[in-house]
C-alpha cells in the first residue's frame, strides 16, 4: 500500500528528528555538517517543508547515513526477504521521482539497492561530499535513456548500460528525453 505525500513528509520529519536526537547534535551542529540551513531542517522536522533528494541527501551524510539507511528501520531485520509491497516509497518533491528501497532492511551488509523511476527531462545534482569518499555505487538502466554527468565527462546510458562511480564526486542524474527512464542504484557504503 503506497504511503501519501502527507504520510512521508510526517515519516521524513519524525525520521530526521529522532536520528538528529540519537547522534546527539543540535540544529546547528546539523546544518554546519550538512550545509543544509538550520531554518530549513526546523522546517523539515516540523512537517512543513518536503526535503528535495539532494538535501535529504546532504543531511544524511551528515548523519553518517546513507538515503536507504535514512528510510530503513532501526528495528533487525524480521526476514531476508523484501516483498514488493512492502518497499518503502518516497516521491522527490522538486522532480517528481519515485524512489524504492529494494533491500531488506535491517540485514547488516553493505550493499543497498533502490530502484528508481526518473521523469522526462528531470535533472538531480549531488554536491562533492568528501564524507561519501568510502562510497560506491552502480546505475544500472533498464528503460529509457540517462546521463550520468561526472565533472565534465558525461556518460550516456541506454538499457542494460551499467555505470560505476564514487559517491565523493560531484554528479548529477539527468534525463534528456520526452520518456521516464527506470533504474537500479546498487550502492555499496564502504570499500
Given at each position: 500500500?503506497?504511503?501519501?505525500?502527507?504520510?512521508?513528509?510526517?515519516?521524513?520529519?519524525?525520521?530526521?528528528?529522532?536520528?538528529?536526537?540519537?547522534?546527539?547534535?543540535?540544529?546547528?551542529?546539523?546544518?554546519?555538517?550538512?550545509?543544509?540551513?538550520?531554518?530549513?531542517?526546523?522546517?523539515?522536522?516540523?512537517?512543513?517543508?518536503?526535503?528535495?533528494?539532494?538535501?535529504?541527501?546532504?543531511?544524511?551524510?551528515?548523519?553518517?547515513?546513507?538515503?536507504?539507511?535514512?528510510?530503513?528501520?532501526?528495528?533487525?531485520?524480521?526476514?531476508?526477504?523484501?516483498?514488493?509491497?512492502?518497499?518503502?516509497?518516497?516521491?522527490?518533491?522538486?522532480?517528481?521521482?519515485?524512489?524504492?528501497?529494494?533491500?531488506?532492511?535491517?540485514?547488516?551488509?553493505?550493499?543497498?539497492?533502490?530502484?528508481?523511476?526518473?521523469?522526462?527531462?528531470?535533472?538531480?545534482?549531488?554536491?562533492?561530499?568528501?564524507?561519501?569518499?568510502?562510497?560506491?555505487?552502480?546505475?544500472?538502466?533498464?528503460?529509457?535513456?540517462?546521463?550520468?554527468?561526472?565533472?565534465?565527462?558525461?556518460?550516456?546510458?541506454?538499457?542494460?548500460?551499467?555505470?560505476?562511480?564514487?559517491?565523493?564526486?560531484?554528479f548529477d542524474f539527468h534525463n534528456p528525453s520526452d520518456?521516464?527512464?527506470?533504474?537500479?542504484?546498487?550502492?555499496?557504503?564502504?570499500?
Open positions: 500500500m503506497e504511503e501519501t505525500i502527507d504520510d512521508i513528509d510526517t515519516a521524513i520529519s519524525e525520521r530526521l528528528r529522532s536520528l538528529r536526537a540519537k547522534a546527539g547534535l543540535t540544529l546547528d551542529e546539523l546544518a554546519q555538517r550538512s550545509g543544509v540551513s538550520r531554518a530549513m531542517i526546523s522546517r523539515i522536522e516540523r512537517g512543513e517543508a518536503s526535503p528535495t533528494a539532494a538535501l535529504l541527501a546532504r543531511l544524511s551524510e551528515a548523519l553518517g547515513l546513507t538515503l536507504s539507511a535514512f528510510f530503513a528501520d532501526d528495528e533487525p531485520a524480521t526476514s531476508p526477504l523484501s516483498r514488493y509491497d512492502d518497499q518503502k516509497l518516497w516521491r522527490d518533491p522538486h522532480t517528481g521521482y519515485l524512489r524504492r528501497s529494494v533491500s531488506p532492511q535491517g540485514t547488516p551488509g553493505r550493499v543497498d539497492i533502490v530502484e528508481v523511476d526518473f521523469p522526462a527531462h528531470a535533472r538531480v545534482s549531488f554536491p562533492p561530499r568528501e564524507e561519501s569518499r568510502v562510497m560506491t555505487q552502480h546505475v544500472w538502466l533498464f528503460e529509457g535513456v540517462l546521463e550520468m554527468i561526472i565533472g565534465e565527462t558525461v556518460h550516456t546510458l541506454n538499457p542494460g548500460d551499467c555505470l560505476y562511480m564514487d559517491l565523493g564526486d560531484a520518456k521516464p527512464a527506470r533504474y537500479a542504484v546498487i550502492l555499496d557504503r564502504g570499500r
